[in-house]
RNA sequence: GCCGAUUUAGCUCAGCUGGUAGAGCACCUCAUUCGUAAUGAGGGGGUCGGGGGUUCGAAUCCCUCAAUCGGCACCA
C-alpha cells in the first residue's frame, strides 16, 4: 500500500496505481469533477496518472494559478488540431507555454494572416466544446517516428530524433488528433474554456536558427476567466499609449525620417531630457573618482584590426574610405580608444585604478529588422567607462560600480532590479585560471548582491569572449524588462593593444579592463524613462517644467517677469500668450504632459500671485509668484543634489 | 538579414470590383479678451513612400527599391 497525504496533513492509504482521479473520487465526486491536474510532491501531473509512491497530493482546479500554465498548454493543442482541420497539409512542430500566453509554430507554404483568425477561433471553440478527454500514451522512438513519417510531420520526426533513445516519448490524444508532448494536461479540451484570444502572426525559425526553414508562428493567450483576459488587453492598450515613439510626437521629443534609418532628430525638448541625463551621470562619475575624455569619432582599420573588431564585426561596421583610399571606421566602441589615453604615457600601479570615462556616440549598422524607436539604433551614446586595474582590485571596483548602478537606478525610480552573471562562453580567450579569478571576483559581488536582497542569477556560457560579466536588469512601472548596465572583466583588450603600468617589482604588467556602463545607451534609457513615465516625468526630468497660461492680455507683462524671475532660478518654463480660452490652453499643455500650469489673469498680475495646476490634477493652489518658484526651484533639483 | 503587414495633408484615418482625392484635428486669417481639458466664421494645404510596368485611363493591378510596424535571428 502507498500513502497519499493531503495537503491539510491527513493521510490514507492506497493501492499503488491508483490514480489522481480515483484519489479525488473518493472523497467527493464534485471533488474529482472539478479537478484539472495534480501536485505530487509539488511537481504537476496528470490527474490520470497512477500513483506508484508515497506522496503528497494537492488537487488543482482550473482557477487555481498552477493551472494557468495547463490552460495555455492545453488551449496550444486545440489551437494546432483546429489549424489542421482547417489547412490540410500544415505541419505542426512545437507550441509552448511563454509570458503572458504560448505560441504554436506551424510549418505552411502559405502564411497565416490575422483574417484567419476568426476561422481558427471558431474551430477552436468547437473542439473544446466537444470536451474530449486527453489521453497519454508512451510510445518506443520507431513508433513515433513511423506515425509522424507517414503523417508528413518532418519537423515531428526531427524532434523525435532529438530525444535520447532511452528516453520515453509520451504521446497526448485528444479525440483523434495527437500531439508529442511532455504534458503535463488537464483532464480534457473542455476545461480551456472561452476565455482565449489570437493575437497575432510572426516568422520564426525552426529551432531558433536562421540557418534554418521560416516557420509561421501564431501567438495567442489564454486565462482562466473572460475578465482576467480583458484585464490583460487593457494592459496591452496601456503599453501601446505608452509608446515612447507615439509619445515623442506628441511631446515633441524627437523624430526619424526614412534617409536616416536608425539615427535620431532630437528635437530641442528630446535634447534636453538627453542632456539632463548626460550632467547627472556626469556629476555622479565625477564624484565616483572618474576622469572624462573623448576620443575620436574615425580612426583607421588597422586599429581595429587589432582590436579584433574588423575580424569580428566588420559587417556590422560603418567604414568610409578617404581620397588617398585610407581605410577608417567610424567607432562601434570606446574601448580601443580609451586603452589609447590609458598608453599615452607611462603608468605606474600607483595610477591604478584608473578610471576613464567618455559619452561615446558610436555606430554600428545594426541588421534593419532589430530597429525600434530609440531603444534599438544605429548610432547611440553610451556611458562608457574603463577601469584599468590589477587583477586584486576586480572585486573592489566592481562591487563600486554596483553601488553606483543601484543608487542611480534608485534615483530614477527603479528599484527592482535583476542582477545576472554570464559565465564563460566557449568561444573565448584567455587561460583558464584568468577565467577563474575573473568570475570568482564577479560571483563574490553577485553573492554580496543578493544578501542586500536584490534578485540574482547566472548564465551558464552567456560571457563575452574576452571576459565573465555582469547585467543589470530594471523593470519599469508595467513591469516589463529591461537589461541596462553591465559590467564587463577583460583581459583580452589590453593585452592586444600592448597595454602596461610599471608594478611595484619594476616590472611591465598588463592591466586588467572593466568594461562598464550604467545607463547603456542614453537613447534606449531615455526611451525607458518616457515609457516608464509614460511621459509624465517627475520635475528634475522633465524638458518643459513650467508653463503660464495667460487668461487675459492683461497678464502678459507679469508672465514676462515671471518667466525671467523663473528662468534666474533654473527653471525650464515658457509663456502661451495666445488669444486662446484658458480651457484650451490647459487642455492644450495637459496634453503636451506639461507638469506644472502657472494660470495668470488679471487677479494674479494685481497682486503677484499664481494659480498653480499640476499635471494629472484638476486642484488649483494659489500662492504667491516667489512662494510658488521657491518651491518649484527646489522639487526640479535633481535627486543627487538635495541635501537630505 | 528572414517571414508577414503597412506607407494617402503636419497628425489620425476614409477612398467599393481601375474613371482622375476626402474627413476630423492641426495650420493661416478675421472676430472674440474669456478664470482651469476643444469659442465661432472663413481660408490654404496632397508628385497618394520612390522608380518602373500594364492600361484609353492607376491612390487602386503587376514588378522593384526604401522606410515603418509585429515577430524571428542579431545585439561587441
Known amino acids: 500500500m502507498i500513502y497519499v497525504t493531503f495537503p491539510d496533513g491527513a493521510q490514507r492509504q492506497f493501492a499503488p496505481g491508483t490514480t489522481g482521479l480515483d484519489v479525488a473520487k473518493s472523497i467527493s465526486p464534485s471533488l474529482a469533477k472539478r479537478t484539472v491536474a495534480m501536485a505530487l510532491d509539488g511537481v504537476l501531473t496528470d490527474l490520470a496518472d497512477p500513483i506508484t509512491r508515497d506522496a503528497k497530493i494537492d488537487f488543482v482546479n482550473r482557477e487555481d494559478p498552477r493551472a494557468l500554465e ?31 500566453g504560448f505560441y504554436y509554430d506551424f510549418f505552411r507554404a502559405e502564411p497565416f494572416t490575422p483574417e484567419d483568425f476568426a476561422a481558427i477561433e471558431k474551430k477552436m471553440r468547437e473542439i473544446i466544446a466537444k470536451d474530449q478527454a486527453f489521453v497519454r500514451e508512451v510510445w518506443t522512438r520507431d513508433q513515433a517516428i513511423a506515425h509522424f513519417e507517414k503523417a ?12 535520447p533513445a532511452d528516453q520515453d516519448l509520451k504521446i497526448y490524444k485528444q479525440g483523434d488528433w495527437l500531439d508529442l508532448c511532455r504534458g503535463p494536461h488537464m483532464t480534457s479540451t473542455g476545461k480551456i474554456g472561452s476565455a482565449f484570444k489570437l493575437m497575432k502572426v510572426a516568422g520564426a525559425y525552426w529551432r531558433g536558427d536562421s540557418t534554418k526553414p521560416m516557420l509561421s508562428r501564431i501567438y495567442a493567450t489564454a486565462f482562466a476567466k473572460q475578465d482576467e483576459l480583458d484585464a490583460y488587453l487593457k494592459q496591452l492598450e496601456e503599453a501601446e499609449r505608452r509608446d515612447h ?13 526614412e534617409e536616416g534609418p536608425g539615427t535620431v532628430f532630437w528635437h530641442a525638448k528630446g535634447w534636453t531630457l538627453f542632456q539632463t541625463l548626460i550632467s547627472y551621470m556626469r556629476r555622479r562619475q565625477q564624484q565616483a573618482g572618474y576622469i572624462e575624455v573623448n576620443t575620436p569619432q574615425v580612426l583607421d582599420r588597422a586599429l581595429w584590426e587589432t582590436s579584433g573588431h574588423w575580424q569580428t564585426y566588420r559587417e556590422n561596421m560603418f567604414i568610409t574610405q578617404t581620397e588617398d583610399e585610407r581605410v577608417f571606421a567610424l567607432k562601434p566602441m570606446n574601448c580601443p580608444g580609451h586603452v589609447q589615453i590609458f598608453k599615452n604615457g607611462l603608468k605606474s600601479y600607483r595610477d591604478l585604478p584608473l578610471k576613464i570615462a567618455e559619452f561615446g556616440t558610436v555606430h554600428r549598422y545594426e541588421p534593419s529588422g532589430a530597429l525600434h524607436g530609440i531603444m534599438r539604433v544605429r548610432a547611440f551614446t553610451q556611458d562608457d567607462a574603463h577601469i584599468f586595474c590589477t587583477e586584486e582590485q576586480i572585486m573592489d571596483e566592481a562591487m563600486k560600480i554596483n553601488d553606483l548602478i543601484m543608487s542611480i537606478y534608485e534615483d530614477f525610480g527603479f528599484t527592482d532590479i535583476v542582477l545576472k552573471l554570464s559565465t564563460r562562453p566557449e568561444k573565448r580567450v584567455g587561460s583558464d585560471d584568468v577565467w577563474d579569478k575573473a568570475e570568482a571576483a564577479l560571483m563574490r559581488v553577485l553573492e554580496k548582491v543578493a544578501e542586500g536582497g536584490v534578485r540574482t542569477g547566472v548564465n551558464p556560457g552567456e560571457g563575452a569572449f574576452y571576459g565573465p560579466k555582469l547585467e543589470y536588469t530594471l523593470r519599469d512601472a508595467i513591469g516589463r524588462e529591461w537589461q541596462c548596465g553591465t559590467t564587463q572583466v577583460d583581459f583580452n583588450l589590453p593585452t592586444r593593444f600592448g597595454a602596461f603600468y610599471i608594478a611595484p617589482d619594476s616590472e611591465k604588467t598588463v592591466p586588467v579592463m572593466i568594461h562598464r556602463a550604467m545607463f547603456g545607451s542614453l537613447e534606449r534609457f531615455t526611451g525607458i524613462l518616457i515609457e516608464h513615465h509614460a511621459g509624465h516625468f517627475p520635475l528634475w526630468l522633465s524638458p518643459q517644467q513650467i508653463t503660464i497660461c495667460t487668461i487675459t492680455q492683461e497678464a502678459d507683462e507679469y508672465a514676462m517677469e515671471i518667466i525671467a524671475e523663473a528662468r534666474k532660478r533654473g527653471l525650464r518654463i515658457e509663456a502661451d500668450l495666445r488669444n486662446e480660452k484658458i480651457n484650451y490652453k490647459v487642455r492644450e499643455h495637459s496634453l503636451a504632459k506639461i507638469p506644472v500650469l502657472l494660470c495668470i489673469g488679471r487677479k494674479e498680475a494685481a497682486d503677484k500671485s499664481v494659480s498653480i495646476r499640476r499635471l494629472g490634477s484638476q486642484a488649483q493652489t494659489s500662492m504667491s509668484l516667489d512662494e510658488a518658484l521657491t518651491a518649484l526651484a527646489a522639487e526640479a533639483v535633481a535627486p543627487d543634489l538635495k541635501l537630505n
Open 70 to 100: 495547463l490552460i495555455r498548454h492545453d488551449c496550444a493543442h486545440v489551437l494546432a488540431e483546429a489549424v489542421q482541420a482547417l489547412y490540410p497539409g500544415t505541419q505542426v512542430t512545437i507550441g509552448p507555454v511563454i509570458d503572458n
Open 152 to 163: 508528413g510531420e518532418a519537423f515531428k520526426v526531427e524532434l523525435v530524433q532529438t530525444i
Open 245 to 257: 515613439r507615439r509619445l515623442a510626437r506628441e511631446m515633441d521629443l524627437f523624430h526619424f525620417q
